[in-house]
């Protein structure tokens, strides 16, 4: 990406980490908890800076606490095969359409970053990573209170500022989430299961970067 901004995660951005020409798969994973109608108007209202300049403050807090309903849910996932990665991409809602029906609710879904060599999102089954990322939560009602004090543009100058003080490289793009920031750096090549060790330890080096309070 060209330009380092804050704003929802396209569909298309996992076209920079996934290749539909690497066998595998990756996983659709998501929160249970009204299914694809809720999902589908978080998307929509998420693609905008939060809050959302359309909703009053009554309506953002109740979509927010939406976002925040999944504390003590489980997280489940639909394993998705890299090749069907490009068909899945035509259509915005394409991922939310792969969920299992209406019921029960979904407030929260992501796709994973890294590839697998089977249907399922273990370690053992670990066949590639392509991205380095830190999730800086400034909206989960777990986050601490000097992150919920902040606004996303303020989240993310401190972040930038630490990136350079610490010498690290400037991200990729930085993604608003709905509770907070995703921070990424894609890398140039994707990395092999045995560079796992290595990928965790920039992964745990990478947790400084979150904002602290001064």
Known sequence: MSALAIYAQPVHEVALYHSPKRPGFVALC????????????????????????????????????????????????????????????????????????????????????????????????????????????????????????LSPDAALKLTLARCKGEGVPQPSAVYWTGRGLAVKWYLTKALPKAAYPRWAAVQSALVMLTPTEN
């Not at 976002?67 to 259509?91: I, S, Y």
């Not at 969920?99 to 994973?112: A, N, Q, R």
Request: proline residues 9%; aromatic residues 8%.
């Open 30 to 149: 998501y929160s249970t908890g009204s299914g694809r109608t809720l999902a589908r108007e978080a998307f929509q209202r998420l693609r905008h800076d939060w809050p959302p300049t359309d909703l009053t403050p009554r309506e953002t807090e109740t979509l927010q606490a939406k976002l925040n309903a999944q504390k003590g849910q489980a997280f489940k996932q639909v394993p998705l095969r890299l090749t069907a990665l490009p068909e899945a991409m035509r259509d915005p809602w394409a991922y939310i359409d792969l969920l299992p029906g209406d019921s029960p609710e979904t407030t929260s879904i992501w796709l994973s970053q890294a590839e697998f060599s089977q249907p399922n999102r273990q370690k053992i089954n670990l066949a590639h990573i392509a991205a380095c990322w830190v999730d800086i939560d400034l909206r989960h009602e777990n986050s601490p209170p000097h992150l919920r004090r």
